[in-house]
DNA sequence: GACTTTATATACCGATAGGTATATAAAGTC
DNA sequence: GACTTTATATACCTATCGGTATATAAAGTC
């Protein structure tokens, strides 16, 4: 048994159900079975296992953003493409995501806040860059890519929130009408 | 000088820099500049607090949306006003609007979401009456109040949220774009 | 003027927060 | 086999948490 993955997801576990501010270091350990020490051997402090989590978990999902952001000539098709990468990882990645979507919220200022904004702004980047790209090919696209970088993104967490919460799952038609949505608007 | 009032304001303003978890008690008593049992006199306890500033800022809003929402057979109309409505209350109420952005996103089981969750769902069921009824006058719509309702909802908070952490402001065109890309998608 | 209600302060409560000093057992290295 | 590194446990630290018992001063009520 990898004692450090098991605290790690056990923490995470926690995180997710409780938050992260009120799920005390002790309640993590005596869930885990181990003693405290043990914890900050391996993390250092509260913050250093919030570090681990987020190493562990949003890397590979903006390393798959980044493969599926290399097809700018196909709007649709790479929309759909993020979509569905997106919602996959949160489906898969229930505990993680939830806590993700509750520190994106998190007061601008907040330590929590400060910790997991530069993997937000890898996130942003990744789907700015994209919509610029995309303007060479789609004309009337008028320099938005701000705009429809962040419309993007908050449509979906939008989506997986609710399906976090009310544990739906997401079959390949729902992408296509959240991304079909967003393309074309509610009247089409 | 209301005492109340004051106490109120204050942590209002403390719960939306540092966040609801991480504010103390003590915290907001010395920054108010008066005695502990002065709060628990007035607020009973720290979620009462939380429900007074609630009650105090939450309500006017569900109200004028509840207003807004009476005319159904204008849906462009009305999703202008709607979102008039909610950017100019964000814009008046930025601490309130952000520890609400905040708590909106906090575990569905944890004390502070549950708290807010009636007022959330309130806000929520205006949205989808409204698309509900925009069907009889719309046809293309499709049962896809629930769909309409959340997207919309979550759109507009996307773009709170950049302008509250980035402190731009809105003007009438800003409101007319973002419910224009609603209605007709990004490629118009 | 006696009595009640409203509003505020001093001083304290047990529980828990995040974190550590110290010891030690096991495992790898020479 | 001596030594170092890795990994774990006991016991403890100080600070702060949310909350309260008690006292009292002012203001309204009769």
Redesign the interface.
């Known amino acids: 048994m990898d004692t450090k993955e098991h605290i790690l997801q056990t923490a995470l576990k926690l995180f997710?159900?409780?938050?992260f501010?009120?799920t005390g270091i002790q309640e993590v350990t005596q869930t885990s079975g181990i003693a405290k020490p043990t914890l900050y051997y391996y993390f250092g402090s509260k913050e250093g296992l919030l570090e681990g989590i987020l190493e562990k978990f949003f890397k590979p999902l903006l390393d798959n953003l980044t493969t599926v952001s290399n097809c700018p000539s196909d709007v649709p098709g790479s929309l759909y493409k993020f979509a569905e990468t997106v919602f996959k990882f949160a489906a898969e990645n229930k505990d993680f995501y939830?806590m993700l979507?509750?520190m994106?919220?998190?007061?601008?200022?907040?330590r929590?806040y400060l910790i997991i904004k530069p993997y937000l702004e890898k996130e942003y980047e990744i789907f700015e860059s994209f919509f610029k790209a995309a303007q060479q090919f789609?004309g009337?696209?008028k320099d938005?890519e701000k705009?429809?970088a962040?419309?993007f993104?908050?449509?979906i967490?939008?989506?997986i929130?609710?399906q976090l919460?009310f544990d739906l799952d997401i079959d390949s038609s729902f992408v296509f009408?959240v991304v079909h949505?967003?393309?074309?608007?509610?009247?089409?």
Chains 1, 2 share one sequence.
């Open positions: 997710a159900e409780h938050g501010a009120t939830r979507l509750s994106g919220f998190d007061p601008p200022q907040s929590t789609h009337n696209m938005r705009q429809y962040l419309s993104i908050g449509l967490n939008t989506y929130s609710v919460n009408r949505q967003y393309m074309y608007g509610i009247f089409s």
